[in-house]
């Protein structure tokens, strides 16, 4: 009995990329995310227009013959963002961190999925599902227990390798999976491609920063301003949190979070957070750096536009979002630049081509990109065998 592979989503999107393994009545699903679904479209319009993947027996009453269990490589939303959307009782396992994370999530109402039933999988762990065994191996990206995926049948053995970078604080970890999986000839590879949807030599805005420059300049931003300072990170980007409140305090000044930022970062193992206190920051603005969240933009009407506004890769994640707009309109009308300092928590384009050759798989599948053929074309120009599915497309091992 073969091991099919089915690509459900996200081949020429960044993010939202779910691919399906079935042998059997076994079914195997990851990721489960999806890139942006506004709350108020229904299911039904979500499913049929492709947003969600074609699952219709996990987010309508439609019967399956499968026993399906989802597998999330990590907490950021393109890649579990499709939980909520699940309408029948579901195993979905994820690390340690990730399943930390998502408690806390639900906690606060960010994240409910009522039908997820959480599980964690330890890295390094093989573990049994059937005719398969899934192991997660700890990887570089800028999401918390973060995790490349292998998956074996016995026969045959594919690789997920999630969102993953070998310039942020952790390169061992990938070069760790990386010699485990050149040694098994695997069959198929899919990797990632973010960094291939870029054009950097025309985009001036897509400036490369790693962890360590992004607080680097953060501090030069700081020391340059007589001023409030406003961030507006992502609240799942832990790591990154704690580092932001400790170049603040070096710097001298003291960091305020909102509430559900302070919840999140106590429940994570972080010291020291204090929450907002808007008479305190306005007696004293230039002391202090102010977390803000969209949805409390205007909280900031107050300082009359004197302040430093900071886009984090906080929401609205990015310009296909609505919000966006929304969010520059109301900097220019208060004369603030929206100036962006965020990190990729993506590979290079060179370091996705030096890891495709690295790993040497039989076959591998360039996806979560806007431009796969561009990735596709890097990874063929050094001798490796590249394969662009289509969407629903079934590959038999």
Do not use: C
Request: glycine letters at 6%; charged letters at 20%.
């Amino acid at each position: 009995m073969s091991m099919q592979v089915k690509f459900l989503n996200g081949l020429n999107t960044i993010g939202g990329n779910v691919v399906s393994f079935t042998q059997g009545k076994t079914r195997l699903v990851m990721d489960f995310g999806v890139n942006f679904a506004p709350s108020e479209i229904p299911t039904g319009d979500l499913l049929a227009n492709g947003t969600l993947p074609d699952l219709p027996d996990l987010f309508t009453d439609a019967h399956s013959e499968f026993e399906t269990t989802i597998f999330v490589s990590h907490l950021h939303l393109d890649h579990m963002g499709a939980l909520k959307y699940l309408t029948k009782p579901t195993d979905v396992y994820m690390s340690q961190a990730s399943a930390d994370l998502y408690y806390v999530l639900t906690k606060l109402g960010i994240e409910s999925a009522p039908y997820a039933n959480i599980k964690v999988i330890d890295f390094e762990n093989p573990t049994n599902f059937g005719k398969f065994e899934v192991t997660f191996f700890e990887t570089d990206h800028d999401a918390r227990g973060a995790a490349a995926i292998r998956i074996r049948n016995g026969e045959h053995t594919v690789v997920h390798s999630g969102d993953v970078r070998l310039d942020g604080p952790h390169p061992e970890r990938v070069n760790h999976w990386a010699d485990i999986l050149r040694d098994e000839n695997i069959d198929l590879l899919l990797l990632e491609g973010t960094e291939f949807s870029f054009d950097e030599d025309n985009d001036i805005s897509h400036e490369r920063h790693t962890e360590m420059s992004l607080q680097q300049n953060f501090a030069q931003i700081l020391q340059d301003s007589e001023q409030l300072v406003v961030i507006n990170p992502y609240e799942r980007n832990i790591d990154r949190l704690v580092a932001l409140q400790e170049t603040v305090h070096a710097d001298g000044r003291e960091m305020r979070w909102d509430h559900q930022f302070a919840t999140i970062l106590r429940a994570m193992g972080m010291t020291d957070v204090k929450e907002i206190d808007w008479a305190t920051v306005l007696a004293q603005p230039d002391h202090y750096v102010v977390q803000n969240h969209f949805n409390q933009l205007h909280d900031l009407d107050q300082f009359n536009g004197a302040y430093v506004y900071l886009h984090m890769n906080g929401e609205p994640l990015g310009e296909y979002d609505p919000r966006f707009a929304e969010l520059s309109d109301y900097l220019t009308s208060n004369n603030v630049l929206l100036r962006s300092l965020g990190v990729s928590g993506h590979a290079t384009p060179n370091d996705l081509v030096a890891l495709a050759q690295h790993v040497n798989a039989q076959k591998t599948v360039t996806w979560h990109s806007f431009k796969p053929e561009k990735e596709a074309k890097a990874l063929r120009e050094v001798g490796l065998n590249v394969y662009l599915p289509a969407k629903g497309e079934i590959l038999n091992y």
